[in-house]
């Protein structure tokens, strides 16, 4: 018996919070509930290494999946993150509508077993620099609009006050958008794919950088 559990394909499914990871080993029905933090995180690493796992996967909550997920890659588990949708669908699909941590890990070690998604290479140091400019840069951007839109509504009194911010938020913008001319300047990969991408027209540089980091495949076999 011990033999044919070693054998099994195993998927794992990882629910996470700020606090707390929830994790489920299919079709081992294993749930391990551990704080999300690096310390636990290494000795969970230990007990996933013990089984023969397919792949391991994760739903994209932001940020609060970093820690767990770059452990996996550094300790050579194949490990994927999704979007969130496809994990709500697939659980609508097979009929579970209860939330808990340990049933939503549950649906995401089904999910993981029976979708199979793709394990692709996570981003280097440099190209997680670059989307977290790219996310910042789109945040004040959008500061940017809130404010603009205030000065078509509000008194005049309130304009010198409105302008001022807009000043400081356009100069913020501009610094950020010369980070990621420098940044992707430096790394060969990155500026051959924009440039590719540039010569299409309407795509400028900063769309191109966009679409660089959420689809990384885009130009790879012109790039190389």
């Known amino acids: 018996m011990n033999n044919h559990k070693n054998q099994t394909e195993i998927n794992v499914g990882v629910d996470v919070g700020k606090s707390q990871l929830d994790i489920v080993l299919h079709p081992l029905d294993l749930h ?3 704080p999300n933090d690096p310390e636990h995180i290494q000795k ?3 007990v996933l290494k013990q089984h023969p796992v397919k792949r391991i996967v994760t739903e994209a909550t932001g940020r ?3 820690a767990f997920v770059f ?9 994927v993150i999704v979007n969130p949708i496809k994990v709500r669908r697939f659980a609508q699909a097979i009929g579970v509508m209860a939330k808990t941590n340990r049933i939503d890990a549950s649906v995401i070690a089904q999910f993981a077993a029976i979708i199979k998604p793709e394990i692709k290479q996570l ?3 440099q190209s997680k620099i670059i989307k977290d400019l790219l996310i910042r840069r789109t945040q004040l951007l959008e500061m940017a ?4 839109n205030r000065l078509q509504i509000m008194p005049k009194e309130l304009h010198q006050s409105i302008n001022t911010l807009l000043k400081s938020l356009n100069q913020q913008i501009d610094k950020l958008t010369e980070k990621l001319d420098k940044l992707v300047a430096q790394v060969k ?15 400028g540089k900063v769309l191109s950088y966009t679409l660089l980091s959420e689809m990384p495949e885009l130009g790879a076999n012109s790039a190389t």
Request: glycine share 2%; proline share 8%; net charge negative.
């Open 44 to 46: 969970v690493i230990q």
């Open 32 to 34: 391990l509930s551990i």
């Open 123 to 125: 981003p280097d140091e």
């Open 189 to 203: 990969e990155w500026r051959v794919k924009s440039e590719i991408l540039t010569s299409v027209p309407g795509v």
């Open 71 to 79: 452990a996996c890659d550094k300790a050579d588990l194949p490990v």
């Open 64 to 66: 609060y999946e970093h």
């Open 145 to 148: 609009t809130m404010e603009k």
